[in-house]
């Protein structure tokens, strides 16, 4: 189960879930995927903080050149949606505090579920 996004710049982001440890890892690419270059992975999300075999889901909110967060959404243990992003303000928010995070709503998914998908719209209201 994975996700990924192409940031403004060309470079790629790819998010899944470890199948050693659980937790789920951020692999930076160096432009397009299919050209691009490995530059580093890091966990994102703890392994205890999602479920074994979850699904992963990802989205972008750009402004312009700029990407201002990239969203990756889970179910924890406890098949509750859950989300971590990074802010370009704020850096990495998540977890059961994170008062921001979808997480904090409480919605909860069916116990197995394989799909998830995020997406994301420039239209405002």
């Known amino acids: 189960n994975m996700g990924s996004i192409q940031l403004p710049n060309g470079d790629t982001r790819l998010y899944y879930q470890d199948q050693h440890d659980g937790s789920i890892i951020e692999m930076v690419i160096s432009n397009a995927f299919t050209i691009g270059v490995f530059e580093e992975s890091v966990v994102l999300v703890p392994s205890s903080q999602v479920r074994s075999n979850s699904p992963v889901a990802v989205s972008l909110v750009a402004d312009g050149d700029t990407f201002i967060q990239v969203h990756t959404f889970f179910f924890s243990p406890e098949n509750v949606l859950s989300q971590y992003y990074w802010d370009d303000v704020l850096g990495i928010q998540g977890g059961a505090n994170c008062l921001t ?13 394989q799909m998830l998908y995020a997406m994301a719209s420039s239209a405002t209201s």
């Open 101 to 113: 995070c979808v997480t904090n709503k409480g919605f909860v998914g069916v116990a197995g579920s």
